[in-house]
């Protein structure tokens, strides 16, 4: 393909971002719908691409494929951002796009100097716009963000550089596919190179928070597959097959039982984000095709659903102006659309039928299923229990935000009638269940030209579990009709104790407090009470090492000087004071120092 067509993409999107900065002064309302038309751009330009399908190899479709997604989430953030960020500068959309471009540059790159400079790029952007609201917040974590990320860049590289060396001995091999490992690792956020994530997806601004967590960590597990698949090939080592199937299952479980105890929505999204990619994780392990189809179908799902969460997490945000679930509730019948969006975005993660969810997990459980193995197995009962998990976590989120007892302050009256939103969140929720309903459509059209054919997927059960979750979410969501008219007929009594009124909130079900008995529970109380000590956090116990070699560092430089130095000087001092009583002035004396030197040195040579 012409290079120019190839990267035209990136022109437009690296365009747009120079543009904002070459006409910084231009108003907001004009800004948006340019920043708006820009983004555009850059999906048709994306998607322009497919009209080289035919003569293109299953890893540039590859490339396609995830450019086309960055783009697609990219255009429904900026639109949502011209209503969540209304007063934002001409920075914002100049980093945004640069975002953007760079990470299209990296799934376009076909070199991997250039996937390289596109990689670094991304990294710089996205610790710009992490930083971009200047809270102490955002400058720890944006701190964090670009200290972890940059070592993982330098593993990252390390590993480029082995690439051609790879043959030359078994365990160079292992040691640069470990250093890819580490530097995809740390920017997907698998265990235990997470914790940037509930540290800078809060802290950003939402619509970042959404990039980040919908497609910039899907970076991450791009670079893994483009090494892993095309060149080190899937097998090539048991002992890393095994490696990454626990990594996978650690990062899965640990993400969605730190997610269940939070009450930050937007930390909470940030571990349901770790957690999901725990499950593509698993997918890429098992080296197959239906595990590859599975891991790339839950990476398209978790994009879509992951975004529709941070932005409708967003609208509470900005209502309330706080990210407390304790703060929210009873906000289903002053937000419906976004409850509704929202609830068909936590079925999707959640795994029901018929969502898009549901379908990915299913594949990649199949794949789990037909390795054979017991840890595959083991596996694969970690991915259901997952599930389960989160679908818990998710009953408290919608009881706390939309169903449960109104007691947060509405500090801004919002109107859900807005293009800005409407558009993004209506887009996003068709898409969960589009993908959802249709999984033989997705397969054939978009995975199946990548993976090559997948003939152990039986696509019809899959379709029948979904008719039948489908029927089951009609019924149950007529049910909610029905019991929402008749709740109207209820008449609200006060509760009285001991002839004392009590106040409606401390009878009302709090979901968050509940779940504080998983706190409580043993065997998993002991990972939260580790967790919180910071022993799991890679960037705690480097600090901490840091810290550690500081002192030692400190105490060598104290002996050099005390012991060394001043010892060292007193006894240079002693031997030129003797050295002194040559030197008295006397030139005879000089002259005959001098002569007996070069009789001694003659001497030497005579004997030499």
């Known amino acids: 393909m012409d290079i120019k067509n190839l990267f035209l993409p990136v022109f437009i999107s690296f365009g747009f971002s120079f543009l904002n900065i070459l006409f910084f002064g231009i108003k907001r309302i004009f800004r948006k719908y340019i920043s708006i038309f820009g983004s555009l751009l850059v999906l048709i330009s994306c998607i322009y691409l497919l009209q080289h399908l035919s003569v293109l190899t299953q890893w540039e479709k590859l490339n396609i494929f995830f450019a086309i997604l960055i ?22 959309d100049t980093l945004f796009f640069f975002f953007t471009g760079s990470m299209i540059g990296i799934v376009l790159s076909n070199s991997l100097i250039l996937f390289y400079i596109f990689w670094e790029f991304m990294t710089l952007s996205s610790f710009f716009l992490i930083l971009y609201e200047n809270t102490t917040e955002a400058k720890n974590a944006s701190v964090k963000y670009i200290v972890m990320t940059g070592v993982g860049s330098i ?28 530097g995809a690792g740390v920017k997907s956020g698998i265990f235990p190179l997470y914790s940037w994530l509930p540290e800078s997806y809060p802290a950003a601004p939402t619509p970042i928070s959404a990039m980040l967590s919908g497609v910039m960590s899907k970076m991450g597990i791009y670079a893994f597959i483009k090494f892993y698949f095309i060149i080190f090939q899937p097998g090539w080592s048991y002992t890393w097959e095994t490696i990454m199937i626990f990594v996978g299952m650690i990062t899965l479980i640990a993400g969605v039982l730190l997610a269940l105890i939070q009450h930050d929505i937007k930390r ?83 795994g029901l039928p018929p969502f898009n969810g549901f379908v990915s997990k299913w594949i990649i459980c199949q794949a789990l299923l037909e390795k054979r193995t017991g840890l ?40 859900e009638k807005t293009f800005f939103i409407i558009i993004p969140l209506g887009l996003l929720a068709f898409s969960c269940l589009l993908f959802g309903i249709y999984p033989s459509l997705v397969v054939n059209k978009i995975f199946i030209p990548i ?36 709740a109207n007929k209820f008449k609200e009594r006060k509760v009285f104790l001991g002839g004392e009124k009590i106040p409606k909130e401390a009878t009302d079900f709090d979901g968050s407090h509940f779940y504080k008995t998983v706190y409580e529970t043993e065997g998993i109380k002991e990972f939260y009470e580790i967790e919180k000590k910071g022993v799991l956090d890679s960037y705690s116990i480097s600090e901490r090492f840091f810290n550690f070699t500081g002192k030692i560092l400190n105490r060598i430089e104290i002996f050099v000087r005390d012991e060394i130095y001043k010892n060292g000087r007193q006894y240079i001092y002693f031997i030129t004071e003797r050295f002194r009583t040559f030197q008295n002035g006397l030139l005879p004396r000089y002259i005959f120092w001098v002569i007996a030197g070069v009789v001694f040195i003659m001497e030497v040579l005579k004997r030499w």
């Open 71 to 92: 783009s697609g989430i990219s255009f429904l953030c900026i639109i949502y951002s011209q209503w969540y960020n209304p007063s934002v500068n001409f920075v914002y």
């Open 155 to 182: 593993f990252l590289l390390f590993g480029i550089l082995g690439v051609k060396f790879i043959e030359t001995g078994y365990l160079w091999k292992h040691i640069f596919f470990l250093s890819i490992f580490i």
């Open 268 to 350: 909470l999204l940030a571990y349901h984000s770790m957690s999901q990619i725990g499950y593509i994780f698993l997918g890429i392990a098992t080296g197959t095709s239906i595990g590859l189809c599975g891991a790339l179908y839950h990476l398209l799902n978790h994009s879509i659903f992951k975004s529709l969460l941070f932005l409708g997490s967003g609208v509470l945000i900005k209502m309330t102006g706080s990210r407390e679930l304790e703060k929210y509730g009873g906000f289903s019948n002053i937000l419906p659309f976004t409850f509704y969006t929202f609830s068909i975005a936590s079925f999707s993660i959640s």
């Open 376 to 415: 595959s197995i083991l596996a694969m009962i970690v991915a259901l229990l997952g599930s389960a998990l989160t679908l818990a976590s998710f009953i408290k989120v919608l009881n706390d935000s939309f169903l449960g007892v109104g007691k947060g302050e509405i500090k801004e009256k919002i109107s």
């Open 451 to 486: 993976v090559g054919d997948i003939p152990t997927l039986n696509i019809k059960l899959i379709n029948l579990v979904s008719f039948w979750g489908y029927i089951s979410i009609i019924l149950v969501f007529i049910l909610y009709i029905y019991l929402s008219k008749l």
